[in-house]
């Protein structure tokens, strides 16, 4: 007969399995230089508290209410503190450069599409001060689906050796302050809503260079772009293994290339 102690045990363990089953970005490279990215299960127990140019997020957990500010910045909306706040540390990257993501090893059953977006902040405004809130602020520069085999372009990539995946800045983006959103949608709940998982994550960047271009059309907010009714938010991965997946959100802009 199982004691209080073993079951105890057990609910330990299993939450151990739980939280080691999802994932964030625990590093980044812009351009040559290399940052740490806000780490979950560090961060918060450090003094001093490490500086970050990532946005703070709860846990390796996802964002489920697509209607919630915490699919923004994978903020958490409890005990006061709305969404996420602003990070302390600015990276540099030149437009046309490379961002490079280092995913923690991505768990093998969330298929789905991986997607990035960039805020530009206001004139004026300094960007570790910075919260978009529900305005229409965002484009999107990069997002992979399914290929034509059925293969999860980036994640599936993720859950081998490899856990990197790139984005370029694009070439002619004018240089500024921006948010980068960078985003994993898991589709392995997704046949209903809710069920997406989102595990999205912001990143604060100075853009250098001399390019001139922003898109002028198609800004999408954060809570806003997805509801349970935009294409490839509900998604049966299980019954629809080869089809194509349409990709939630705007199309991405290249910046006028
Ligand atoms: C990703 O980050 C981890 C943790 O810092 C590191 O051990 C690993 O080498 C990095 N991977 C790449 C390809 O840089
Ligand atoms: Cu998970």
């Not at 703070?56 to 958490?76: A, F, K, M, Y």
């Not at 059953?109 to 570790?128: C, E, F, N, Q, W």
Request: overall charge neutral.
């Amino acid at each position: 007969m199982p004691s209080l102690l073993s079951s105890a045990s057990l609910a330990i363990l299993s939450l151990v399995a739980y939280v080691a089953a999802h994932g964030y970005v625990q590093e980044l490279t812009l351009g040559a230089n290399l940052y740490t990215g806000y780490l979950p299960y560090y961060d918060p127990y450090h003094v001093p508290t490490p500086q970050r140019i990532v946005r703070r997020i709860p846990s390796n957990g996802p964002v489920e209410d697509l209607t919630s500010i915490d699919l923004q910045c994978h903020g958490w909306s409890e005990g006061g503190i709305v969404g996420s706040k602003p990070a302390p540390l600015v990276g540099t990257i030149a437009a046309g450069q490379t961002i490079h993501f280092n995913w923690t090893t991505w768990p093998d059953s969330h298929k789905g599409p991986l997607l990035t977006y960039m805020a530009r902040v206001p004139a004026g405004t300094d960007i570790t001060k910075w919260e978009p809130g529900t305005k229409a602020v965002w484009f999107k520069i990069d997002h992979v689906g399914k290929d034509q085999n059925g293969k999860w372009t980036a994640v599936d990539a993720l859950t081998g050796p490899n856990t990197v995946y790139s984005v370029r800045i694009p070439p002619k983006l004018k240089p500024g302050q921006y948010l980068v959103r960078h985003e994993i949608l898991a589709l392995h709940g997704a046949f209903n809503y809710p069920g997406v998982q989102a595990y999205p994550s912001c990143t604060q960047i100075e853009v250098t260079g001399s390019g001139n271009a922003l898109p002028v059309e198609g800004l999408v907010a954060f809570p806003g772009a997805y509801t349970p009714e935009t294409p490839g938010i509900v998604y049966d991965i299980y019954t629809h293994p080869t089809n194509a997946y349409p990709i939630p959100g705007p199309k991405a802009w290249t910046g006028g290339n």
